[in-house]
């Protein structure tokens, strides 16, 4: 089983639809969750932290359930820039000594 | 604003060849990534290094790729002989003490013919 695993999508959606994003991950010692944002051809980027207790952004939620190892982003109300990869994250220990394993991420269009 | 910086950005190389990818950290950033994308496999882990030491290089290919930082403001990639299944986008990435974030470089974008 893979480490992080996410729906590859692709996900198309319309202008000002809500989507969510799922991920699951295999290690219970894992710590520390994110979701990352890339767009063709360039490198990921940080789009949020996730925290124990859920946390939101503007238009971006995201949501932590560690009893089944589940991550998720909701993002509402789409806009066009919201086309990219959206990578889930995990790391085992709050640390610098650990490296972040990445999902495949899920792949997102919005459309007009 | 602060980035790290791989060279090249992208490179051609014909099958047997040596390519040498570098990576510049962030000033300050003590961890430094190596990652390798691809549309089948996602992205990577090749090796990391924590205050210029290797820490895990479990995830290259030992017959053909080393990774050094000969210095705290470079980070190298080799692969020798080139083979056209290294054909991939490598990711340089660092990351400050005690800090979860990483921020990864362009990334070179390695075809091997």
């Known amino acids: 089983r893979k480490e992080v695993e996410q729906d590859p999508g692709p996900f198309n959606v319309p202008e000002g639809a809500t989507v969510a994003f799922n991920c699951t991950y295999s290690n219970s010692a894992s710590q520390s969750f994110f979701w990352y944002r890339q767009d063709c051809r360039k490198e990921p980027k940080l789009l949020m932290s996730?925290?124990?207790s859920g946390n939101e952004d503007g238009r971006f939620t995201a949501q932590l359930n560690r009893a089944s190892q589940y991550i998720s982003l909701l993002i509402r109300d789409s806009k066009l820039s919201d086309s990219a990869t959206y990578l889930c994250v995990v790391t085992s220990v709050n640390s610098g000594n650990t490296p972040l394993v990445f999902g495949k991420g899920t792949r997102l269009s919005v459309i007009a | 604003d602060a980035r790290v910086t791989q060279t090249p950005r992208d490179k051609v190389t014909e099958m047997g060849q040596e390519v040498t990818m570098r990576c510049q950290p962030i000033?300050?950033?003590?961890?430094v990534f190596w990652y390798r994308q691809t549309m089948m496999q996602g992205l990577e882990l090749l090796a990391y290094?924590?205050?210029?030491?290797?820490?895990?290089d479990s995830g290259m290919p030992k017959d053909r790729f080393s990774a050094e930082m000969p210095d705290a403001t470079l980070a190298t990639l080799k692969i020798q002989p080139s083979e056209p299944r290294d054909s991939a986008v490598y990711f340089c990435?660092?990351?400050?003490?005690?800090?979860?974030?990483?921020?990864f470089g362009e990334g070179s974008w390695l075809t091997v013919v």
């Open positions: 290094f924590r205050n210029r030491a290797p820490l895990d």
């Open positions: 996730v925290y124990s």
């Open positions: 000033l300050g950033h003590n961890t």
């Open positions: 990435a660092s990351r400050g003490e005690a800090r979860n974030t990483i921020y």
